[in-house]
C-alpha cells in the first residue's frame, strides 16, 4: 500500500468504521459488486483495511447479473488473487422491469432481496454497499427536490427482518479520490456492464447540478454531510 493512502483515503474509512461502528472482529460481510468503479474499490479499500488494522473480518463479493450479462471475469480473477471469495447470482429480469415506470427503483429492490437472501443462506451478518460522500450528498439533494424530505440513507442501518446490518464505509470519500485509485491501481471493472438507463435516471441529473455546484463551491460536498451529521438523520 502506498504510504500516502492513509491520508488520501484510508483513514476516512477508519472514521467511518469507527464513529458508527461498521465493523467488528469477526464480521462475515457481504460486497456488492455491479462492475463499476465504487464496489471494485470498497472490496479494495476494505481489503486494505484488515490489512492495516485490528480489526479482523471476512470479506465475500457477490454479483448479481439481471440479464445484462457484463462480463466479471477480471473481476472475479482479482478477488481470487486477494484471497476473497466471489458470489455469482443470475436473474434475468431485465426484460420485465425496463417494462417498469421506474425500473431502477424495482432492480435495486429485488438486488437487495436476493442479497439478503444469500446473506442468510451463508451466514453474512453485514452487506457493505460502495455508497461515498458524493452518494450521499445525491440522494439527500434528490429527497429535497422530489420528495420535499430530509432523507438520505445512513452509515450504518439494522434490516430487522432479516437480521442484517446496512453498512457504507465510504461515506467520508469523494468520488473523485474513488476514481484516481482505481485507475492508479488499475482495479479491474466489469466490462459491457451497460443499462439502458444509466443516463436518464434522476441521479444524474442530481450529479449534473452537484457537478455545477462545487465550480463555485468546491467544498460543498463536505459542508451538506457536515449538515447531515448535525441534523440528526443519522
Same mark, same amino acid.
Request: proline share 3%.
Given at each position: 500500500?502506498?504510504?500516502?493512502? @492513509?491520508?488520501?483515503?484510508?483513514?476516512?474509512?477508519?472514521?467511518?468504521?469507527?464513529?458508527?461502528?461498521?465493523?467488528? *472482529?469477526?464480521? @462475515?460481510?457481504?460486497?456488492?459488486?455491479?462492475?463499476?468503479?465504487?464496489?471494485?474499490?470498497?472490496?479494495?479499500?476494505?481489503?486494505?483495511?484488515?490489512? *492495516?488494522?485490528?480489526?479482523?473480518? !471476512? #470479506?465475500?463479493?457477490?454479483?448479481?447479473?439481471?440479464?445484462?450479462?457484463? @462480463?466479471?471475469?477480471?473481476?472475479?480473477?482479482?478477488? =481470487?488473487?486477494? !484471497?476473497?471469495? $466471489?458470489?455469482?447470482?443470475?436473474?434475468?429480469?431485465?426484460?420485465?422491469?425496463?417494462?417498469?415506470? /421506474?425500473?431502477?427503483? #424495482?432492480?435495486?429492490?429485488?438486488?437487495?432481496?436476493?442479497?439478503?437472501?444469500?446473506?442468510?443462506?451463508?451466514?453474512?451478518?453485514?452487506?457493505?454497499?460502495?455508497?461515498?460522500?458524493?452518494?450521499?450528498? *445525491?440522494?439527500?439533494?434528490? @429527497?429535497?427536490?422530489?420528495?420535499?424530505?430530509?432523507?438520505?440513507?445512513?452509515? !450504518?442501518?439494522?434490516?430487522?427482518?432479516?437480521?442484517?446490518?446496512? #453498512?457504507?464505509?465510504?461515506?467520508?470519500?469523494?468520488?473523485?479520490?474513488?476514481?484516481?485509485?482505481?485507475?492508479?491501481?488499475?482495479?479491474?471493472?466489469?466490462?459491457? *456492464?451497460?443499462?439502458? $438507463?444509466?443516463?436518464? /435516471?434522476?441521479?444524474? &441529473?442530481?450529479?449534473?447540478?452537484?457537478? !455545477?455546484?462545487?465550480? =463555485?463551491?468546491?467544498?460543498? &460536498?463536505?459542508?451538506?454531510?457536515?449538515?447531515?451529521?448535525?441534523?440528526?438523520?443519522?
Amino acid at each position: 500500500m502506498k504510504k500516502w493512502y @492513509n491520508k488520501l483515503f484510508l483513514n476516512n474509512i477508519r472514521k467511518a468504521v469507527d464513529k458508527y461502528n461498521l465493523i467488528e *472482529n469477526e464480521d @462475515n460481510i457481504l460486497v456488492g459488486l455491479s462492475g463499476g468503479k465504487d464496489s471494485i474499490f470498497l472490496i479494495y479499500a476494505l481489503d486494505l483495511l484488515r490489512k *492495516n488494522s485490528y480489526l479482523d473480518f !471476512n #470479506i465475500t463479493g457477490i454479483h448479481i447479473d439481471i440479464g445484462i450479462n457484463a @462480463n466479471m471475469e477480471k473481476v472475479k480473477n482479482y478477488l =481470487n488473487y486477494i !484471497n476473497i471469495p $466471489y458470489i455469482y447470482e443470475n436473474i434475468n429480469i431485465k426484460g420485465n422491469i425496463f417494462k417498469e415506470r /421506474n425500473p431502477c427503483y #424495482i432492480c435495486s429492490k429485488i438486488k437487495r432481496g436476493i442479497i439478503a437472501r444469500v446473506s442468510k443462506e451463508k451466514g453474512f451478518n453485514k452487506i457493505a454497499y460502495g455508497h461515498h460522500m458524493t452518494d450521499v450528498v *445525491n440522494t439527500f439533494l434528490l @429527497n429535497i427536490i422530489y420528495t420535499g424530505q430530509f432523507h438520505t440513507f445512513k452509515p !450504518n442501518s439494522y434490516n430487522k427482518e432479516h437480521n442484517l446490518y446496512l #453498512i457504507r464505509p465510504l461515506i467520508y470519500v469523494k468520488e473523485e479520490i474513488i476514481k484516481k485509485v482505481v485507475i492508479d491501481e488499475n482495479l479491474p471493472l466489469g466490462i459491457n *456492464n451497460y443499462c439502458p $438507463y444509466a443516463e436518464k /435516471n434522476k441521479r444524474k &441529473e442530481i450529479a449534473i447540478l452537484i457537478k !455545477n455546484i462545487k465550480k =463555485n463551491y468546491p467544498d460543498f &460536498e463536505e459542508k451538506t454531510l457536515k449538515a447531515i451529521e448535525k441534523s440528526n438523520l443519522w
